[in-house]
């Protein structure tokens, strides 16, 4: 059974930084996209980027694309989401998932493991 969990959130101000990190267990990876998604008050969770374990082939939203990177530690089992210039619009509860397949961008439906989620809060 995989296990997510989460960890690094946290308030900061308006163009502060953070690092999310993402341990995953319960299996190897090889074979799997990770992906990190957000969903803030009143609204769908929406995904903000994702990598191929093995490759590391990664997609980004627009909205981040710049500002944020996802990298992950393979001998660690952890996945990271370093967010630089975050903004306002960028708080949320973020949540790491996992799913087996090539296509790094999913609708979150298509993710059958996540994480408990941990809270962004980027104040202006």
């Known amino acids: 059974q995989v296990h997510l969990v989460e960890s690094g959130g946290g308030l900061v101000q308006a163009g502060g930084s953070l690092r999310l990190s993402c341990a995953a267990s319960?299996?190897?990876?090889?074979?799997?996209?990770i992906a990190w998604f957000r969903q803030a008050p009143g609204k769908e969770r929406e995904f903000v980027a994702g990598?191929?374990?093995?490759?590391?082939?990664?997609d980004y939203t627009d909205s981040v694309k710049g500002r944020f990177t996802i990298s992950r530690d393979n001998a660690k089992n952890t996945l990271y989401l370093q967010m630089n210039s975050l903004k306002s619009e960028d708080t949320a509860v973020y949540y790491c998932a996992a799913r087996y397949g090539s296509v790094v961008r999913n609708d979150p439906s298509d993710f059958p493991y996540w994480g408990q989620g941990t809270q962004v809060t980027a104040s202006s």
């Open positions: 990598i191929r374990w093995i490759g590391g082939s990664t």
């Open positions: 319960g299996r190897t990876f090889s074979g799997y996209v």
